[in-house]
């Protein structure tokens, strides 16, 4: 691993040797500078994980320098250092986001643990953000697996779209694969060596939708100490793909609309557009023309995403699928986890096809990672898939038993989910491959019922 960057910035000659000294000592590549002028002309050139400010600078003082180097790279940890304490100064330089505040002069036994705890958290944040661009390229590599006649059909939709710049609309129950298919869609395009974008409209808080779509600039709201590019500029040259479109709040419709629109987008706070050229694909596992007719979706940005439909079937729909399926995910998993799996037991592969699969691909997916949780090897067996609870496979192949109304089977599916995992929506929602705002949504309807 390469050392952790150190940026020092302090007037005073004898304690600034001393800190690059005793940083470069304990394993640190560290970068000195006497003021904010010197400081910012090394920021142009090379990233830091960690800096060091003294408050009291000669020309710009610490505080203004503490902004500008947040504006620059809001992931950078700054340790503030002063030796004229006061709480109102200690509070603004957390506020204006330093990690943390050190009084003069330093105790070197305390600045040694805090250096540590700042660069695990630094390289932690690096992994994140390089485990998310992998995990979108990796999207765009998946195969999407099927041969059915349906699949076939989507199949043959995607080469046919993938050429074209047209908003495309993908429909499908939760856990068909939708996100796969748009995949699909921009890998065979002229924007595969762009960004492929992927968001869930359900999951980001509706406050703060708006900055986390179009961006924001420093200062806009509290907390915005640096400017955002926003999901739709990052998707510039590439394809953004809007999952979960209708749970899109309508405020958030209109200024979608306007971008799909006018080609440009101005971040939260600022005055000036920005042009992006973005292809558009959406997805739903609702009925828009539905939503449209109780005007909780807009029609106009309905038919400006709906330009081609692509419609993806339930894994209930093509269950012959389902052993070619296994096979992919235990290629996939068996390279993850570094076992030989080979295959599935009869008893197993009997007990996947007997089963309804209410959350599709994503749900048999799930099942057969599971299987290599409970330390399944050489095969997977019956014993591996215990969430195959036997009252549901048999639901699913006794042709005597009266069938329940789809409301009655979904509040029943519902209850059990909840009940399985401690009455915890977040997780029930997930088993149950919903948005946690669709869950809610289902719970009300049918307390009202």
């Not at 939709?157 to 074209?164: D, F, L, P």
């Not at 959406?282 to 940005?301: C, G, I, K, P």
């Not at 309804?356 to 095969?379: C, K, Q, T």
Request: proline share 4%.
């Amino acid at each position: 691993m390469d050392r952790a960057r150190v940026l020092v910035v302090e007037d005073d000659g004898e304690v600034r040797d001393l800190l690059a000294e005793t940083l470069t000592q304990w394993g640190y590549d560290v970068t000195a500078a006497g003021d904010g002028a010197e400081a910012l002309t090394l920021l142009d050139g090379r990233l830091f994980d960690v800096a060091l400010l003294d408050i009291s600078l000669p020309g710009k003082d610490g505080l203004k320098l503490l902004e500008e180097i947040k504006g620059r790279d809001s992931a950078v940890e700054v340790v503030m250092m002063t030796g004229n304490p006061m709480v109102s100064t200690s509070v603004q330089t957390l506020k204006a986001g330093a990690s943390d505040y050190l009084i003069k002069p330093l105790n070197l036994e305390e600045l040694q643990p805090l250096m540590s705890q700042l660069i695990e958290r630094r390289f932690l944040r690096q992994e994140v953000g390089s485990l998310r661009a992998r995990l979108g390229r990796e999207l765009a590599d998946r195969e999407l697996v099927g041969t059915s006649p349906q699949m076939r059909e989507v199949k043959q939709t995607i080469a046919s779209v993938a050429t074209s710049d047209s908003p495309v609309l993908i429909e499908g129950e939760s856990g068909t694969g939708k996100e796969l298919v748009a995949a699909a869609i921009h890998r065979r395009s002229a924007r595969a060596k762009g960004p492929f974008v992927p968001v869930n409209c359900g999951a980001i808080p509706a406050e703060l939708m708006e900055s986390e779509f179009f961006g924001h600039v420093r200062g806009a709201f509290s907390g915005a100490v640096a400017d955002a590019l926003g999901l739709v500029r990052s998707a510039h040259g590439g394809t953004l793909f809007l999952d979960e479109i209708a749970e899109l709040p309508p405020a958030l419709q209109a200024k979608l609309l306007r971008v799909l629109q006018e080609k440009e987008v101005r971040p939260v706070g600022s005055a000036k557009t920005h042009s992006v050229d973005a292809r558009i694909i959406a997805a739903t596992n609702r009925d828009l023309e539905t939503a449209v007719a109780s005007e909780r979706f807009r029609q106009d940005l309905y038919y400006r995403i709906n330009v081609v439909r692509i419609v993806v079937p339930p894994l209930r729909d093509r269950k012959d699928e389902i052993p070619a399926l296994v096979t992919h995910f235990l290629r996939r998993f068996n390279e993850r986890f570094q076992r030989h799996i080979k295959g599935l037991t009869s008893d197993a592969l009997a007990a996947l096809t007997a089963y309804a699969f209410p959350g599709n691909v994503r749900e048999l997916e799930n099942f057969i990672e599971r299987a290599y949780a409970f330390g399944a090897s050489g095969e997977i067996t019956r014993e591996h898939l215990p969430a195959l609870a036997p009252a549901l496979v048999r639901a699913a192949v006794d042709p005597a038993e009266e069938l329940p109304t789809l409301e009655d089977a979904e509040r029943d599916l519902i209850r059990r989910a909840l009940a399985r995992h401690g009455n915890d929506k977040d997780k029930a929602a997930r088993a149950l491959g919903l948005t946690v705002r669709t869950l809610y949504r289902r719970i009300k309807k049918f307390e009202s019922t």
